[in-house]
């Protein structure tokens, strides 16, 4: 099953951009990832898909334009741009592996983001 | 709107059972299907159990295995999480998920508020 790795922070000044990533592990990179958002004592929030060629679908309800996403070889990227107050929080990547029976879905560890 | 609201958590002594309940309006419960999640107190999110539409497959994860049942009633658009031989270790707010399906898997689309769950003497 894939392992997914995250920066445990990043921060940015008000107004600037931040750059998220989330690795695969080796062996995976046709793999999409899933961003959630959680925001302080709230439960998570589907953000957004993410594979090779960028978005997979559609954002989640109410994600606003600045956040966008991008994927290369193991790497995918959320995107910040223009960091507003409300976008601090925790970011999770997460996917899901095999089918029947061998089903197993997997989180990062997720990255703390500061606005400074 | 899709709500999902959890409930069923509270203290129980280690070794003890409990039962989580997750209530959902807003959406045609019998079609999709559904993951637990948990967060232990200051830690990341951990994938518990994933239960199909209509219940026929049901997945868990290693941590949980054999401990933990996952369940549905359609009639009543609920899902629950059957604990057993609890553990200090389960202590987590409980999250329950609406898993939406495409070509690419399943996703999270729609998260419940979370039901606390402590274990301790």
């Known amino acids: 099953q894939p392992v997914l790795t995250q920066p445990p922070s990043a921060s940015a000044s008000l107004g600037a951009s931040v750059t998220l990533t989330c690795t695969l592990s080796s062996g995976y990179n046709n793999y999409k990832v899933d961003w959630y958002q959680q925001s302080p004592g709230k439960g998570p929030r589907f953000m957004m898909r993410?594979?090779?060629?960028?978005?997979?679908?559609f954002k989640g309800d109410g994600i606003p334009d600045r956040f966008s996403v991008w994927g290369s070889g193991l790497n995918r990227y959320l995107i910040i741009n223009n960091i507003q107050e409300e976008d601090e929080g925790e970011y999770y990547c997460?996917?899901?592996?095999?089918?029947?029976?061998?089903?197993?879905?997997?989180f990062g560890a997720g990255t703390k983001v500061t606005v400074l | 709107q899709v709500q999902l609201v959890e409930s069923g958590g509270g203290v129980v002594q280690p070794g003890g059972s409990l039962t989580l309940s997750c209530t959902v309006s807003?959406?045609?419960?019998?079609?999709?299907?559904m993951y637990w999640v948990r967060q232990a107190p200051g830690k990341g999110l951990e994938w518990v159990a994933t239960?199909?539409?209509?219940?026929?497959?049901?997945y868990y994860g290693d941590t949980v295995r054999g401990r933990f049942a996952v369940s549905r009633d359609d009639s009543k658009n609920t899902l629950y999480l059957h604990m057993n031989s609890l553990k200090s270790d389960d202590t987590a707010v409980y999250y329950c998920?609406?898993?939406?399906?495409?070509?690419?898997?399943?996703?999270?689309?729609?998260w419940g508020q979370g039901t606390l769950v402590t274990v301790s003497s």
């Open positions: 997460g996917a899901d592996h095999g089918g029947v029976p061998n089903f197993v879905a997997v």
């Open positions: 993410v594979g090779t060629g960028g978005i997979v679908g």
């Open positions: 998920a609406r898993a939406t399906r495409d070509t690419s898997g399943f996703y999270c689309d729609s």
């Open positions: 239960i199909s539409n209509h219940g026929v497959n049901r």
């Open positions: 807003g959406f045609p419960f019998t079609t999709y299907a």
